[in-house]
């Protein structure tokens, strides 16, 4: 089963500023200034996507193909859902073109397990799913942990390392020989991975346990 989601990049304020990167990679100039910032967010989103941590406030909208049957689905962005606010979850009936939502606790209700929300069928999900792909919607607003305004550290430290790492090798022509992530990256993100999320059929798509 095919599953992905699509986070709304609306951010403000990044985990880190431009003074911070330039600091940590001793750039005096300014005439890079605007695209060191792109590379701070491009940063972020690649670590949020491989990690599932929510670093910054968003709305989510994840898809599968179809809904797996009486199990739970785990909402891949790990954080918290925006107060006042719950997941809503709509599919494409067989024969539609159009979403139908489900009602919470009727349909549905929420679930708290190991930091992970879950959504669990109050008895089984429906069957009558369209053959469309992405038949199925889970949109949400997550945020970080207890309205935290900062990133975890490990994290942090992960998005200098990124940010370095592109801007050192931003250049289509390299004199030298090309860098590698430094081993300590996968080492920093890896404590935070969302391994649920993580795995993979023999296609590439993502599946949950």
């Not at 890079?32 to 709305?59: H, N, P, Q, W």
């Not at 009936?93 to 939502?101: A, L, M």
């Not at 992405?134 to 935290?148: D, R, S, W």
């Not at 940010?163 to 020989?177: F, K, L, Q, T």
Request: cysteine-free; aromatic content about 12%.
């Amino acid at each position: 089963m095919s599953i992905f989601a699509l986070k709304t990049d609306a951010v403000t304020t990044e985990p880190i500023t431009k003074a911070e990167a330039k600091s940590y990679m001793r750039v005096d100039v300014t005439t890079d200034d605007d695209l060191i910032e792109e590379m701070i967010t491009a940063a972020r989103i690649y670590i949020e996507k491989l990690t599932g941590v929510v670093l910054t406030k968003d709305e989510v909208n994840e898809y599968r193909d179809k809904f797996p049957g009486s199990d739970d689905m785990i909402l891949q962005y790990d954080g918290e859902l925006k107060a006042g606010t719950n997941p809503v979850v709509s599919y494409i009936k067989d024969g539609d073109t159009t979403y139908t939502d489900l009602t919470l606790d009727t349909d549905y209700r929420l679930a708290q397990f190991n930091g992970q929300t879950r959504l669990q069928p109050m008895t089984t999900w429906p069957t009558n799913v369209s053959y469309f792909d992405n038949a199925v919607k889970i949109k949400y607003n997550a945020e970080p942990y207890h309205g935290e305004t900062t990133a975890p550290m490990p994290l942090k430290m992960a998005m200098y390392m990124l940010i370095a790492h592109m801007y050192e090798e931003r250049s289509v022509i390299i004199y030298s020989e090309h860098k590698v992530m430094p081993y300590g990256f996968d080492a920093l993100i890896n404590q935070y991975r969302n391994y649920v999320w993580t795995k993979e059929d023999n296609s590439g798509n993502r599946l949950q346990s």
